[in-house]
């Protein structure tokens, strides 16, 4: 079998020379190969598409490589971990990391090009990079890293790089999942092609539903992004100045309301804020948070129970929820559909964060968003494109938070301070300790940059005179109609 391989700088040709794989090596651009017509019967393109701008030059070239029965196969990273802002980079000899300048082409981008080019596509694989995978890999530290992040719910990102590109963000993000993607291609003319014509394509949210086996058990070995998702979840309190599409709202809007309900009741309203005057107004109204006002959308989860008393009055019977349960029910109802709603994003790729701020100063947000009698804002739901990625926010050891059979706090003090030293750690206390605004003003606060954690944080602010701020809120829920008997 002859090999021949293709790369436009002599150092990787000399990498590749030391590999001893190819019969021949040409130094060209992968748009104007230098090979003559149909000379392959395979021609592969591997992490080289992502570096050119016109993917409709590239997809004219490679068909003209291989014979009439023959295969084009790329392998490119996945246009999400592009639009992410993780640029292909590597390491020069000095150890300083350099990016290497990226295009976004997306899927549909590649599809329309070989197309057009006269391909036919006979596979399409999107891969993931598995933790369990990486680690039998030789030179993938970095994920071993992250699976042990994964397992252990540790902090701080992985794998920071300087870009040198400034049209390229600042740093990287954690790396995502969703890595690759692999297409096998054959020209049309030969028959052989499986191509995905407009009219037979199905929509991949009906395909997900309907055709991907449900309780199926236990299977270890399978690929779980939900999984991941959720446990790679982290607030993001700063957004990039772009929007949430309209269909990945609806997306999440879609998720939200699958959420479970309590007896079925749907016991809540959302809102959707895009409009950017009244984003600025929330965010002037709920706790003056900057995230709130530069989203790209803004959820409001209420709880409602609006429609209940609306049928019973409808059919004439009196309404009896009117107890303190019905207001566990509806507000749980609401939180539910938020945490739905905040799942799907982050596994589209969005940051987001929940603002139980919405509850600062209810009258005003139910004024805002011109909530009735009935119903309340129980939290809100910031969703947008993130700029910033704080990492994973340790959680307390599970010894303290979780129990078998009954409740224990066998681990309460050893647990909390362990937990204390680890938040401690992170670094987040740093010039933001809780006021003492409590205690006598000659008090002099004793707890140094080493000794200042979680314990004394928390009981600060839950001791602390901001508490009252929320005292209005039982009157308010009269006032709204919910009982609290
Ligand atoms: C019901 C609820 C309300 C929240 N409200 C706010 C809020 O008003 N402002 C805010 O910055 N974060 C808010 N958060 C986010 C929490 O602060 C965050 O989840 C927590 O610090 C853990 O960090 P992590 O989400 O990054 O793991 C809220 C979270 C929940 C569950």
């Known amino acids: 079998m002859r090999v021949a391989g293709l790369d436009r700088s002599p150092a990787m040709l000399k990498r590749a020379t030391r590999k001893g794989q190819y019969t021949g090596l040409a130094i060209g651009d992968v748009v104007r190969a230098p090979f003559a017509d149909a000379r392959f019967d395979l021609a592969i393109s591997v992490l080289a598409a992502c570096h050119v701008a016109d993917i409709n030059a590239f997809y004219g070239e490679a068909p003209r490589l291989v014979r009439p029965e023959g295969y084009v196969v790329l392998v490119d990273y996945h246009p999400f971990i592009l639009v992410r802002g993780i640029p292909t980079h590597f390491k020069t000899e000095a150890g300083a990391q350099l990016a290497i300048e990226n295009w976004v082409h997306f899927l549909e981008d590649h599809v329309a090009a070989a197309r057009t080019a006269g391909l036919a596509l006979l596979e399409m694989r999107e891969r993931i990079v598995r933790p369990r995978l990486d680690t039998r890999q030789a030179g993938n530290e970095r994920y071993r890293e992250r699976a042990r992040e994964l397992r252990h719910g540790l902090a701080a990102p992985i794998d920071r790089i300087v870009v040198t590109r400034n049209r390229l963000p600042r740093s990287i993000d954690h ?27 199905v929509d991949s949210m009906n395909e997900l539903k309907t055709q991907r086996p449900r309780f199926r058990g236990y299977a270890p070995e399978e690929d779980n992004p939900v999984l991941e998702t959720l446990l790679a979840h982290r607030s993001v309190r700063a957004y990039k100045d772009a929007p949430v599409p309209e269909k990945a709202v609806d997306l999440i809007l879609e998720a939200a309301i699958r959420a479970p309900t309590s007896s079925n009741l749907n016991s809540y309203a959302i809102v959707v804020i895009d409009d950017r005057d009244l984003l600025e107004k929330m965010y002037a109204v709920c706790g003056k948070q900057p995230f709130v006002a530069k989203c790209g959308v803004l959820l409001v989860f209420c709880s409602d129970i609006s429609r209940h008393v609306h049928v019973c009055a409808k059919r004439g019977y009196p309404y009896r929820g009117d107890q303190i349960n019905t207001l566990f029910v509806t507000h749980g109802d609401a939180i539910l559909a938020c945490q739905n709603a905040a799942v799907a994003a982050e596994s589209m790729g969005f940051g987001t964060c929940m603002l139980g701020n919405v509850r600062n100063d209810p009258p005003a947000v139910s004024d805002l968003l011109a909530l009735p009698r009935y119903v309340f804002a129980s939290v809100g739901l910031a969703i947008g494109v993130a700029d910033e990625d704080m990492g994973l926010k340790p959680r307390m050891p599970r010894r303290v938070m979780v129990s078998r059979n009954r409740y224990s706090s066998e681990h309460m003090e050893d647990g909390l301070a362990e937990y204390d030293e680890t938040m401690r750690l992170t670094g987040c206390y740093l010039g933001r300790r809780e006021p003492l605004n409590d205690v006598d003003p000659d008090f002099e606060d004793h707890f140094t940059d080493e000794t200042y954690g979680w314990i004394e944080h928390t009981a600060r602010r839950l001791g602390g005179k901001n508490q009252f701020e929320r005292r209005n809120f039982g009157a308010f829920l009269d006032s709204k109609g919910f009982s609290r008997r």
């Not at 969703?178 to 499986?194: F, L, N, P």
């Open 175 to 201: 790396v995502r999942p969703v890595y690759y993607v692999e297409t096998k291609w054959i020209h049309a003319a030969s028959g052989h092609g499986g191509d995905l014509h407009q009219d037979e394509r």
